[in-house]
């Protein structure tokens, strides 16, 4: 069985070369590389043409910046292999991973197959992400089975939404012509994998973390975020139009939507506090949130009527926030972000004292 990987490449230079040698080391030999010049400014053009010379299983593709999902589409079109992968050109895969992969996808039959992953920084791994405790697969003509997978997404459990760390049977994609919508650049994976999981029969998951997704420094603190409730509500939308009605507006899923959404509400105004100092929460709701999406949130979810918030912090942010008493809002969040600060001052300053690193503190 041979094995297309598709990798999108946007001045990856640093780190193409560890990505493409990590496939190349695959205990599974049968596998062609499809590198996606995604209009790089560095030299991550040529050394994707080194590999193309130097490796005959190595296919380079070179266009105009359009961004991951118009460069994966362009992969698909050029792959000629059994299944596909993808995987982000800053991270690289365990040398067994996809043997693995493929073996469970041969012996279960299945059209989708899912593993664990690593989140590594400076190559430490900070944290083992498994999506499942043991091996498991799920026949989706039974109602009871796709039933539970659709749960999983609902509930956005680790790993399900990603691409990178599972093998899909490229004819389920080819011929049902399954592709990256170009027009979004939030939840793009979300709309692929569930597109693809409405035409499967068998999806299964495995709990290896074969996977290793490489943390930079830019992205291990979160930043600010432009509409950032909006693209909740984005998301949101793809689940409700490609999960079937009967699964995602059932009582249970609206639940856990509604507590997702009270914190994605809650998150977007303490981003707009801890980044704009200067502002209140009634500022924020007036003129940096769009305040008519949110109250029209409220209204369409009836959010108003949810009693089972997982947070307790988010449950006293949302009786605040929905009680109107926007200055206590304000001292809670005050009083919350200074604590934090004073609680990673106390580690730090423990950190230093007993030679520790970052990493061995905060897992």
């Given at each position: 069985m041979k094995i297309s990987i598709i990798i999108p490449v946007f001045n990856s230079q640093r780190y193409i070369g560890r990505c493409i040698e990590s496939i190349l080391n695959q205990t599974h030999k049968d596998i062609e590389i499809v590198l996606?010049?995604?209009?790089?400014?560095?030299?991550?053009?040529e050394l994707c043409e080194e590999y193309a010379r130097r490796y005959a299983g190595v296919k380079v593709i070179h266009k105009q910046n359009e961004g991951p999902s118009s460069a994966r589409n362009s992969g698909l079109g050029v792959i000629t292999g059994d299944y596909v992968?993808?995987?982000?050109?800053?991270?690289?895969?365990?040398?067994?991973?996809?043997?693995?992969l493929l073996e469970s996808a041969c012996d279960d039959g299945?059209?989708?197959?899912?593993?664990?992953?690593?989140?590594?920084?400076?190559?430490?791994?900070?944290?083992?992400?498994?999506?499942c405790r043991k091996t498991k697969s799920y026949l989706l003509n039974k109602k009871e089975h796709k039933e539970l997978v659709y749960e999983m997404f609902i509930n956005s459990q680790n790993?399900?939404?990603?691409?990178?760390?599972?093998?899909?049977?490229?004819?389920?994609?080819?011929?049902?012509?399954?592709?990256?919508?170009?027009?979004?650049?939030?939840a793009e994976d979300c709309e692929f994998n569930l597109s693809i999981l409405n035409k499967a029969t068998k999806y299964t998951f495995i709990p290896n973390c074969y996977y290793n997704y490489f943390m930079t420094t830019s992205s291990l603190t979160r930043g600010y975020i432009e509409n950032y409730f909006e693209k909740h509500l984005g998301w949101r939308s793809i689940l409700e139009n490609n999960i079937p009605k009967e699964y995602v507006f059932a009582e249970k899923s609206t639940r856990i939507l509604n507590s997702m959404t009270i914190h994605e509400i809650i998150y977007a105004i303490n981003q707009e506090l801890l980044?704009?100092?200067?502002?209140s929460v009634r500022d924020v709701l007036k003129t940096r949130l769009n305040n008519q999406i949110i109250e029209e949130a409220f209204e369409k979810y009836k959010l108003m009527n949810i009693t089972s918030i997982k947070s307790l912090t988010d449950r006293i942010y949302y009786t605040l926030l929905s009680k109107k008493m926007l200055v206590l809002y304000h001292v809670l969040f005050k009083s919350m972000n200074y604590l934090k600060t004073v609680y990673r001052g106390v580690f730090a300053f423990y950190a230093s004292v007993k030679g520790l690193n970052k990493s061995q503190y905060t897992q």
């Amino acid at each position: 069985m041979k094995i297309s990987i598709i990798i999108p490449v946007f001045n990856s230079q640093r780190y193409i070369g560890r990505c493409i040698e990590s496939i190349l080391n695959q205990t599974h030999k049968d596998i062609e590389i499809v590198l996606v010049n995604d209009g790089s400014k560095d030299r991550s053009g040529e050394l994707c043409e080194e590999y193309a010379r130097r490796y005959a299983g190595v296919k380079v593709i070179h266009k105009q910046n359009e961004g991951p999902s118009s460069a994966r589409n362009s992969g698909l079109g050029v792959i000629t292999g059994d299944y596909v992968g993808f995987v982000d050109s800053d991270d690289w895969v365990e040398e067994s991973m996809y043997k693995a992969l493929l073996e469970s996808a041969c012996d279960d039959g299945s059209d989708v197959v899912c593993c664990g992953y690593k989140v590594v920084d400076n190559n430490r791994i900070k944290s083992y992400v498994p999506v499942c405790r043991k091996t498991k697969s799920y026949l989706l003509n039974k109602k009871e089975h796709k039933e539970l997978v659709y749960e999983m997404f609902i509930n956005s459990q680790n790993g399900l939404f990603c691409i990178w760390n599972k093998l899909y049977k490229a004819s389920l994609i080819l011929e049902n012509h399954i592709l990256f919508p170009e027009d979004k650049m939030l939840a793009e994976d979300c709309e692929f994998n569930l597109s693809i999981l409405n035409k499967a029969t068998k999806y299964t998951f495995i709990p290896n973390c074969y996977y290793n997704y490489f943390m930079t420094t830019s992205s291990l603190t979160r930043g600010y975020i432009e509409n950032y409730f909006e693209k909740h509500l984005g998301w949101r939308s793809i689940l409700e139009n490609n999960i079937p009605k009967e699964y995602v507006f059932a009582e249970k899923s609206t639940r856990i939507l509604n507590s997702m959404t009270i914190h994605e509400i809650i998150y977007a105004i303490n981003q707009e506090l801890l980044f704009n100092e200067d502002l209140s929460v009634r500022d924020v709701l007036k003129t940096r949130l769009n305040n008519q999406i949110i109250e029209e949130a409220f209204e369409k979810y009836k959010l108003m009527n949810i009693t089972s918030i997982k947070s307790l912090t988010d449950r006293i942010y949302y009786t605040l926030l929905s009680k109107k008493m926007l200055v206590l809002y304000h001292v809670l969040f005050k009083s919350m972000n200074y604590l934090k600060t004073v609680y990673r001052g106390v580690f730090a300053f423990y950190a230093s004292v007993k030679g520790l690193n970052k990493s061995q503190y905060t897992q």
